[in-house]
């Protein structure tokens, strides 16, 4: 079982979730100054885990009273690239000179995530109750001293997890179709005929070929820092991110007009849980 969280009672404190966010300090090359529309409705990956240390706090004192010491390792509270969803900084392809010259495609700090936390079957029974995979408790356990839901069902009632699908979707769908815009269409072709000049012939920053295969190797060739820094410098000189971010800039206000009564709603329920959990 894989542990999703961890922590304090005071670990909410800084949380942030429902301010109109400002991320210019944690981007750096040329997205260093910007933020999409529906950022202020997608969940910072900092409070996705201030609230699983809540529920935490929660299932802790519910596995306490039958018995279980429960003690998984600490949520991963910034995994990178980014701190969200929209992966700002790589949204667009690789978009910093600097990290290009030092790493090519790869990220400067490996993707993190939260340990394997091992649990006995009693345990899992009581974490999950019917929820869990075995179709009967173990023998150890006492099936009617199990909230329903089991501990994490019990926990998710008092403080619900965080809902982003909705801004997540839309955020997925103005990627998609800023692609059709022919202001990206134009400015895609501008960018691959620079980086033809330079001797690599792409269409797409998603489809630069070393990508694929330096991503899965832990080797940084001087090829792969070579096809990244033209890639970086295609984008300057053609505008091609800043083209790109002004037609996805369109997109999602036009996104947010039509639906803010759901994006609104879905925002206040998060703004809610957010409070909810800053108590435990």
Not at 229 to 234: I, K, L, P, Q, S
Request: charged share 25%; proline share 7%; hydrophobic share 35%.
């Amino acid at each position: 079982m894989t542990a999703c969280s961890s922590g304090t009672e005071d670990s909410n404190r800084n949380a942030t979730y429902g301010k109109q966010p400002s991320y210019a300090s944690d981007r750096s090359g040329l997205t260093a100054s910007l933020t999409l529309p529906l950022e202020g409705y997608l969940v910072p990956f900092a409070d996705q885990a201030a609230v699983e240390r809540s529920q935490l706090v929660l299932e802790r004192a519910c596995m306490a009273k039958m018995g279980f010491t429960y003690n998984p390792p600490p949520p991963v509270s910034d995994p990178g690239p980014g701190k969200n969803a929209a992966n700002l900084g790589r949204r667009y392809g690789i978009s910093d000179l600097k990290s290009a010259r030092s790493y090519g495609y790869h990220l400067a700090a490996p993707l993190k995530e939260s340990p394997h936390y091992n649990v006995s079957p009693e345990e899992l029974y009581a974490l999950m109750g019917e929820n869990s995979s075995m179709s009967s408790p173990p023998a150890d356990v006492n099936k009617a001293e199990i909230p329903k839901g089991g501990c994490v069902g019990e926990a998710r009632a008092k403080i619900p997890s965080l809902d982003e699908s909705l801004a997540s979707q839309f955020d997925a769908d103005s990627l998609k179709k800023s692609q059709d815009d022919v202001r990206v269409i134009n400015s895609l072709k501008a960018w691959s005929a620079c980086m033809a000049k330079r001797g690599y012939h792409v269409d797409n920053p998603h489809s630069v070929p070393e990508l694929a295969s330096s991503m899965s190797s832990a080797t940084i060739s001087s090829g792969e820092i070579a096809t990244a820094v033209a890639d970086v410098e295609c984008k300057d000189s053609t505008g091609l991110i800043k083209d790109w971010f002004a037609v996805e800039k369109e997109i999602q206000n036009q996104q947010i007009e039509a639906n803010r009564p759901a994006l609104d709603q879905a925002r206040k329920k998060n703004q809610d849980v957010m409070r909810k959990a800053s108590s435990f």
